[in-house]
């Protein structure tokens, strides 16, 4: 007798995890459970939040997100990002509950236990459902690599090191010196 596949977790099953529950999130129908991320994660996580955040102030053209977050892509995929960026024009997918669609900017910095996730799946899922831009942060190669969804969603448009500087089209004006996010 063929054993029978459990129907995917959704969106309503992702909303009875308890408040204080480990970190989870829903990926591609599968609870996914993430343990803290390190201090160099967060560091770096906050530093991209607060350089975006200072460059918002002067110029409001959206609003930046730090994880925890929800976001939810789809009935199969609910996200927390460690950073996200949303346009002004698109302010509407913002709830009071979390992101109701997809954000303008991803931002994943990569720990050993969510790379296979930010590298697979959640890449595809993003690209699927219309981020225009993903950032993947590898604080072990010290390395951006930027991701231009709608164009590849599997060729890096650009990969930065260390020493050098980015910017982004959605985000005009702002110049990110990798070298200080690495420092932080």
């Known amino acids: 007798m063929p ?5 995917p977790l959704t969106r ?3 909303a ?13 129908g599968d609870f996914v459970m993430a343990p803290s ?6 560091s770096i996580a906050g530093l991209l939040y607060r350089l975006i ?13 730090i994880a925890p977050i929800d976001v939810y892509l789809s009935d ?9 960026f949303i346009r002004k024009e698109n302010r509407s997918i913002i709830k009071k509950h979390g992101i109701e669609g997809a954000p303008d900017l991803v931002i994943e910095v990569l720990s050993k236990t969510s790379a296979r996730y930010d590298l697979g799946p959640k890449r595809a899922i993003y690209a699927r459902t219309g981020v225009e831009e993903l950032w ?7 390395t951006l690599a930027l991701y231009r969804l709608a164009t590849d969603s599997e060729t890096p448009a650009a990969t930065y090191k260390a020493a050098d500087t980015f910017s982004s089209t959605l985000l005009p004006g702002l110049t990110i ?3 200080a996010v690495f420092a932080s």
């Open 3 to 7: 054993a029978t596949q459990a129907p």
């Open 12 to 14: 309503h099953d992702y």
């Open 16 to 28: 009875l995890i308890p408040v204080g529950s480990p970190n989870y999130q829903l990926i591609e």
């Open 37 to 42: 991320p390190s201090s160099f994660h967060q």
């Open 53 to 65: 955040g200072n460059y918002l102030d002067t110029r409001p053209i959206g609003t930046v997100f």
């Open 76 to 84: 199969l995929n609910v996200y927390q990002p460690d950073v996200l």
């Open 136 to 142: 993947i942060v590898d604080p072990d190669r010290r």
């Open 177 to 179: 010196s990798l070298k």
